[in-house]
């Protein structure tokens, strides 16, 4: 029974990779047409496929994968500017490229069809030992739930960033946030920021109704529209120097400094890595390590002290170092039940 269901997965995993390289083929033709466009029947007869199954494919590109797709007179073609100049990258920087996206692929539970789309195009080309790697990245993507309705919100705020466009929006609030109502914002969308520690995306813009930049989780947008306002961004040296201070995503709280003491047993894996890019760090004579650094709040340094356990003691401020030595002692109380 377990060879079967094996069987069918990978058939499904098959159907999935030999759909979405039609998919390409079909965006390709297009792409290559222009803005004179082309007819369903020309696209079947230069990728060997029926017009039937070409127009149920441009129905996907254009509803699916939010594709920006014109038809008139019989003919389709891709919006202009829908698409970037191609690069030509080094086999270093193929593999920088890809190890990033790898990292997009651990920080996400759904699939991406644009992100799968972005991994195939990077895999022409490749030598083979890369190659293989990209193979078993869209194998284990091809795994996960598709959730459309997040996706077409990321195409959205994706168009909106792009063209500056003034997004409104309708905002759940966390569920720890009280039983508050959706409420509806008007939101300049100056970043899309992926979060390690929650596996989230988030919008960071300018929410005029309230004056302020602000955070959204994209997962609690329940409904999203593009106006016809147009917005001035920021500067790329303003956003950074106000996003500098987070954590992981949040930014718009108290600039607290965070003193902490870690054991000998750790000190050489901690000076490995810079955490933040304030932190300073100083090695005590009894092999110990000092890790000091200004951050927005403690909401979010709180989880990767914790992480750490009995191997990191928090000297400042008194508030987290209570609120951390609680949290420890609350854990000890349920083991020893």
Same mark, same amino acid.
């Given at each position: ?22 998919? $390409? ?7 290559? /047409? %222009?803005?004179?466009?082309? !007819?369903?029947? *020309?696209? @079947? #007869? &230069? ?74 195009? $990077? ?7 890369? /190659? %293989?790697?990209?193979?078993? !990245?869209?194998? *284990?993507? @091809? #795994? &996960? ?94 956003? @950074? ?97």
């Amino acid at each position: 029974m377990t060879d079967e269901f094996d069987a069918l997965d990978g058939e499904r995993l098959e159907g999935k990779r030999d759909r979405l390289a039609r998919l $390409l083929s079909v965006l390709r033709v297009l792409h290559a /047409h %222009g803005e004179a466009g082309v !007819t369903p029947r *020309e696209v @079947a #007869r &230069r990728t060997g496929m029926s017009p039937r199954t070409v127009y149920r494919d441009l129905s996907a590109l254009q509803n699916e994968m939010q594709v920006p797709l014109w038809s008139e007179g019989g003919k389709w073609g891709v919006q202009p500017g829908a698409f970037l100049p191609a690069m030509r990258l080094t086999l270093q920087e193929a593999m920088a490229v890809f190890l990033a996206a790898r990292l997009m692929t651990r920080y996400t539970d759904r699939f991406d069809p644009s992100l799968a789309s972005a991994f195939s195009k $990077l895999e022409e080309g490749l030598p083979d030992a890369l /190659h %293989g790697h990209v193979e078993r !990245t869209l194998d *284990e993507m @091809a #795994r &996960r739930r598709t959730d459309e309705a997040f996706n077409r919100r990321v195409a959205d705020l994706t168009r909106a960033w792009a063209e500056q466009r003034v997004v409104r929006l309708q905002y759940a609030p966390a569920a720890y946030d009280g039983e508050r109502e959706p409420e509806w914002r008007e939101v300049r969308p100056y970043l899309l920021e992926p979060s390690l520690e929650t596996h989230a995306l988030y919008l960071i813009g300018f929410d005029e109704g309230r004056g302020a930049l602000r955070t959204f989780k994209v997962e609690r947008i329940l409904d999203l529209s593009l106006t016809l306002r147009r917005f001035a961004a920021p500067s790329e040296e303003d956003l @950074a120097t106000a996003l500098r201070p987070a954590w992981d995503i949040m930014w718009d709280q108290p600039p607290t400094q965070v003193v902490l003491r870690f054991a000998p047993s750790v000190a050489a894996r901690v000076r490995e890595a810079v955490w933040h890019p304030s932190q300073v760090v100083a090695q005590a004579p009894d092999g110990s390590l000092e890790w000091r650094a200004t951050v927005a709040g403690t909401i979010e340094i709180r989880l990767w002290i914790l992480s750490w356990g009995e191997d990191v003691e928090v000297l400042a401020p008194a508030s987290l170092r209570d609120d951390v030595a609680s949290s420890h002692a609350r854990a000890a109380a349920r083991y020893r039940r």
